[in-house]
């Protein structure tokens, strides 16, 4: 079932985000980025800062308009499509919602125990950081 959900059926059926692909492309991604940082609830303008870093250029596929930046709608299409519908659908998460439409970015999105027997994720050591010696 989730090998037709995320390679077969398109996300974006059910909304009117002009992405035909934000969201589903790179699912993966967020699941990682879940497993990552999803310790704590973290707003979903976090996790959405992240794909744009990782996805730029999925900019060009919105519009400016008077209401909302191109960055902030993508940021919005990839909340509901990622958080709102499909990894909550298959709850690896729920979303704290304290807002609706373009005020959902600061809705935290909570990683569910499920989520690590669904995924296994293997992740390295932080190297960044140094090791001291007692």
């Known amino acids: 079932m989730l090998d037709a959900f995320t390679g077969r059926f398109n996300w974006a059926f059910h909304d009117a985000y002009p992405s035909p692909t934000a969201g589903q492309l790179g699912w993966a991604f967020s699941v990682y980025l879940l497993a990552r940082f999803g310790a704590k609830p973290l707003p979903v303008s976090f996790y959405a800062a992240k794909y744009q870093q990782a996805f730029p250029f999925l900019l060009a596929e919105f519009a400016g ?59 390295e050591p932080d190297k960044s950081i140094p090791k001291t010696r007692k």
Request: hydrophobic share 45%.
């Open 65 to 123: 308009s008077i209401y909302a930046t191109p960055a902030l709608q993508l940021a919005n299409c990839y909340g509901a499509r990622v958080f709102d519908r499909a990894l909550n659908w298959f709850g690896v998460l729920s979303v704290e919602q304290d807002s609706y439409g373009l005020s959902a970015q600061s809705s935290l999105i909570k990683v569910e125990a499920l989520l690590p027997k669904l995924f296994l994720i293997h992740q």
